[in-house]
């Protein structure tokens, strides 16, 4: 099985009309097949930008990507990854189970293929109940937790999320960062995650990819060898050496 | 739907109902309350007068549908009104298709194109500078001329032409934002799952534009019939209300009340054409959550 992500020597430079921002350089990454990697950073360290380059919404200035031994427009063409982007993005006017459907209609699948899988999707993500509702009837989390069945819909190996728990609040958050791996356990997706929260980071990931910004750059990869994540976890203290590693790795000291 | 939602989709409809029962009374309190002459201030007048040839009775406007045209036989002054209205409608109706098509195709290509927006969106505006008086003996003119792929041209057909200029504008300002409505997560998620332009346009683009398209198809609606009516009187094309107008307003000294049959069948007109698409509305509700529609 071919690796899920490779990235090599990508940078990526917006021009504007007088100036140019040197947004990435030098990025370097593999992510294996079902590995959970997160990207972590403060604003402006092109995490978000590196996502958007790996899911071909960008094309990187220099460098090569491939997803799944493809170029990332075969990829994309292909649907071999699902996006998750921070807001949910769900379309009013479609109920939750149209708006899980949307991927497949577009794949052109049938409907009753469709709606099968869309109510299997829902029930993975623990909204069986709320097939027929309006994306307006649901509260914030649940609206992620339908933008997340979305992004399966396809059976894709890789999914992109760009801090999709961001706008959640802290309860909400760790009961959808268990969900999502879970999720993932059953999928077998590998997962490039973007992230503002450490913890989150550490939770999540088997490895965890620290960048800075001007120009953005990855300036260490954390390991992080926790067994089973569970709630109990989070309170153990590799967790918490973990944390201290990556926090290190932000300030830009180097802890070994 | 609930019952609090079907009375505010109702709501509306009923408002109208009142605000012509306002009208109404008003107009009858006026009659009754003021001098015959009017109110005068030296020699100007500065209130209408309020006799039965300036402004009949209602009851005798509405009595007026069923009197004969001429003598004591033959077609009554409704069916003359009904005949004309239908006529009217259709002629509006042919130019509100035409001008609804025009103004989506114009708002898809300005959406498009960016240099197509700024070359055109400057004349679409210009456009209903002009007055329509001055366009519609125009049109006519050209009309009379033009023998299009062995299509024979009607006279009929300028006055569609007239009531389709006014009726694109609307449609192609309203199309033009509600295409452009989408949230950069949404169109982001569009080419994130490879959808095609075709694919964006009809998921998504399409779909979110319904709350700006319609005000903007009642807009153009009412434009419509106004265009027909006002290039009826223009070109001087028999059959329609605006011909109509015309004939029965060289009644006046003689039969006031009969000025007002036409005058309020054109307001029916007007009802009839916004009606159907409040029906429309209706339709696609699912498009225009409550409250959201622009």
Known sequence: MSDAVVIAGVGKTFATDKTEVEALTGIDLTVGPGEFVSLIGPSGCGKSTLLRIIADLLAPTTGTVTVNGKSPRQARDDQDYGFAFQQAGLLEWRTVEGNVELPMALGGMDKGARRTRARELLELVGLGDFAGHRPSQLSGGMQQRVAIARALARRPALLLMDEPFGALDEMTRERMQAELLRICGETGAAVVFVTHSIPEAVFLSHRVVVMSPRPGRITEIVDVPLGTRDDDVRESEPFFQAITEVREALRGRKHR | MTAAALWRRIRPALMVLLALAILAVLWELYKWLMPDDGVRIGDTLVLPRSDDASMPHLWDIVSEFGEHEVGDSGQTVGVSVIDAVWYSLR????????????????????????IVRRALLPYIVLSQTVPLIALAPLVFAWGGNLHLFGLEWRPWMSVSVIAAYLAFFPVAIGALRGLASPTPVQAELLSSLAASWWQT???????????????????????????AIVAEISTGLRGGIGRLIISYAQLAT?????????????????????????????????????????
């Open chain 2, 201 to 227: 346009l009809v998921r998504l683009k399409l779909p979110a534009s319904v709350r700006y398209l319609i005000p903007a198809l009642k807009l153009a609606a009412a434009a419509a019939v106004i265009g």
């Open chain 2, 254 to 294: 003689g039969d006031p009340a009969r000025v007002y049959a036409p005058i309020l069948g054109a307001a029916v007109m007007g009802l009839i054409a916004v009606g159907l698409i409040s029906l429309l509305e209706i339709g696609l509700r699912r498009y225009t959550p409550e409250g959201t529609t622009a």
């Open chain 2, 91 to 114: 002629l509006a109706a042919a130019g509100f298709l035409v001008g609804v098509v025009v103004g989506l195709l114009l708002a898809l290509a300005m959406e498009r194109v960016r």
